[in-house]
């Protein structure tokens, strides 16, 4: 089982942030990586359980399911069911946490998969920096760095 | 159930942070709030289920239990299983994670608890600032990265002029006649600097030494001073605990205090709390940092010893008696006249010796059923060592942190077995020489300030370019409380 886990610290409060990235289907609207999206069969982006299918940059093409979702602790959880990058079993999850000390908040993204060997390190460095980082960056540009 | 959460993030690795949060018997070396703190039992700091106990500021007690402990998470629980301050049911956790980018830490600290009806409130706000917020600050200038040589002179923001003033010179040690006024120009501030009208400066022993060259702290030409205090006129680049109009104080090395304007490195430098004015932080902050360190780090003073203060009505000696008293010493004087023993009295001493027919140590001894005294703060040197070592109780703790009648000289160390004695000389510098110790040392003396614990008193007041005058008088021991010199407006046009 590979791990990867990222953190920053991001300049608005997490009520702030929450409200732009809680939506499930609006990552082409924050993160750099992310084209398109919908959501499958045209439900709500909040209803636990929908799917998200979206075409990245590069023209990759990826489906992912709401395990979880949580209002009260600025969290959510997906799996992958379909992509190119070779990983089985991939949950990932988000989460804010409010910095009471200013207006910041604390920003984690993990998740924890299975794959060949021989590639989980490069896995590992590619969700790490260009899919987590690449979105806090992105998230820093836009609300501030802190 | 009150709920109470506070987080911040720190600059420095998850691990550092870690390192220090982890020793649950640790917050008497950085918390602002907790004097001392002792684990019960025997019992190991990581071993969950110790219970370590507190003795607060104000002398209040708490015990506390530690419930879990993750090396694994980086979090620890603890719940209040009695305490002096009235949090019924209170479990904490303090948790850290790291910051990926930029190798930061965050930390959390929360609760929850219950409190008597109508004291939430109050009791939520003590926790969460004066726990929380307080031990954030504290570990945050333990762990934090500094930029380096804050104090170098090299990289000056450009542009913006010196500011004209008046300084009190040496140009070669010897006598107070030496002093001497100067006009000085104080350079916009660099990096990590701060530029200070200074309104109010301490007049100090050291200050004596410095100009006599008995330190080498002062290499001529230059002004001695290690403490004052004034107003913040600008902050160099990085500068982030202060700003333009705030009122600050200061009392460390590199000397140089005599002086109506100076920029100086800004981590040397703290923000005063609005009850302590800035002639009262001038009089006191160096000999409340120097009693602070001497009962609380040097020997730390026990409920039920005996401690003997000389020099009991003078700036240091009179907080020595206060603080002492508070802490539930009793408090031996010894001066030379009945006024300065009245002032020694009225500090907590509750003996008070004076010069007679019976020696010192024989007086001492005669209050003391013959034991003599657990602790000696010494200031006198020359004088008065020997009568010190010989008034000391077995295993006695004898502190020279001074020399006013001249050097002590050289001693037998085998005359310390007649008591088992330690004998301590203490330097200044060695106790405030990072932004973090004077924090630590400033905060509870601050705490102990307002709460009157100890008094700051203001004997004499000199214009600043008297300042050779306010020394002569010390050194003739014509004072009593502290000397402070005021810089004059119309000075720094000199």
């Known amino acids: 089982m590979a791990q990867v886990y990222t953190s920053s610290v991001i300049g608005a409060s997490a009520e702030r942030v929450w409200a732009a990235i809680r939506d499930f289907n609006a990552l082409p609207d924050w993160h750099p990586a992310i084209k398109e999206s919908r959501i499958e069969g045209g439900g709500p982006a909040d209803q636990v359980g929908c799917v998200r299918a979206f075409r990245l940059q590069d023209g990759g093409f990826i489906r992912e399911r709401l395990l979880a979702l949580s209002d009260y602790d600025f969290s959510c959880s997906y799996s992958i069911l379909e992509s190119p990058m070779g990983v089985e079993n991939y949950v990932a999850s988000v989460k804010l946490t409010p910095v009471t000390d200013g207006a910041r908040c604390f920003a984690e993204w993990s998740a924890e998969f299975d794959c060949a060997q021989e590639r989980e390190a490069e896995l590992v460095a590619l969700i790490g920096n260009d899919v987590f980082q690449g979105g806090f960056a992105a998230l820093k540009a836009r609300f501030g760095d802190a | ?494």
Not at chain 2, 109 to 121: D, I, L, Q, T
Not at chain 2, 150 to 158: E, I, T
Not at chain 2, 349 to 359: D, F, K, N, Y
């Open chain 2, 1 to 494: 159930m009150i709920k109470v959460s506070r987080s911040t993030i720190l600059d420095a690795p998850v691990a550092a942070v870690w390192e220090v949060l982890r020793d649950f018997n640790g917050h008497d070396r950085w918390h602002p709030a907790v004097d001392r703190s002792a684990l019960e039992g025997g019992k190991k700091t990581d071993q969950v289920g110790s219970v370590r106990n507190f003795v607060l500021g104000g002398g209040e007690r708490i015990r506390e239990r530690l419930l879990s402990l993750s090396d694994k998470d980086r979090r620890l629980r603890y719940a209040i299983v009695e305490s002096d301050v009235p949090l019924m049911n209170y479990v904490a956790e303090v948790s850290l994670k790291p910051v990926t980018d930029g190798d930061r830490t965050f930390w959390s600290w929360s609760s929850k608890f219950e409190a008597p009806k109508g004291r939430e409130r109050e009791l939520a706000d003590l926790v969460a600032e004066g726990v929380y917020d307080a031990g954030f600050e504290a570990v945050r200038a333990r762990v934090e990265r500094r930029s380096p040589a804050s104090s170098a002179p090299l990289q000056r923001a450009a542009g913006g002029a010196a500011i004209d003033g008046l300084a009190m010179v040496i140009d070669r040690h010897g006598g107070p006649e030496e002093l001497h006024p100067a006009r000085i120009a104080a350079p916009p501030p660099g990096p990590g600097e701060v530029r200070l009208h200074q309104t109010a400066i301490g007049v100090n022993f050291i200050d004596i030494y410095c100009r006599s060259g008995a330190f080498d702290l002062l290499q001529p030409p230059g002004a001695p001073g290690m403490e004052a205090a004034g107003v913040v006129v600008d902050v160099g680049p990085g500068v982030r605990h202060l700003r333009p109009g705030q009122r600050v104080a200061y009392a460390c090395p590199p000397v140089g205090a005599y002086a109506s304007v100076r920029t100086m490195a800004a981590e040397l430098v703290v923000p005063l709390p609005d009850s302590i004015d800035a002639e009262a932080a001038a009089a006191g902050l160096l000999k409340g940092m120097s009693a602070e360190f001497l009962l609380h780090r040097v020997h730390k003073v026990q409920q039920g010893e005996t401690v003997l203060v000389y020099a009991p009505a003078g700036g240091v000696g009179r907080l020595l008696c206060q603080w002492a008293a508070h802490l539930g010493a009793t408090v031996i004087g010894a001066t030379s006249s009945e006024e300065k023993a009245r002032i020694a009295r009225a500090a907590g001493a509750r003996h008070v010796i004076l010069p007679g027919t019976q020696s010192l140590e024989d007086q001492v001894r005669d209050l003391t059923q013959g034991r003599g005294a657990d602790v000696i703060y010494d200031a006198v040197g020359r004088d008065t060592f020997a009568h010190s070592v010989a008034a000391l109780a077995p295993c006695g703790h004898l502190i020279s942190f001074g020399q006013a009648s001249g050097p002590v000289g050289s001693w037998d160390i085998g005359s310390l077995a007649a008591s088992s004695a330690t004998v301590s000389r203490p330097n200044f510098a060695h106790y405030t020489d990072t932004p973090a110790k004077v924090a630590a040392i400033t905060e509870r003396l601050f705490h102990a300030i307002d709460r009157r614990v100890v008094t700051v008193e203001i004997g004499r007041r000199y214009p600043l370019s008297e300042a050779a005058e306010a020394q002569r008088a010390l050194e003739n021991r014509e004072t009593t409380a502290s000397t402070i010199l005021i810089p004059n407006e119309n000075e720094e046009s000199l």
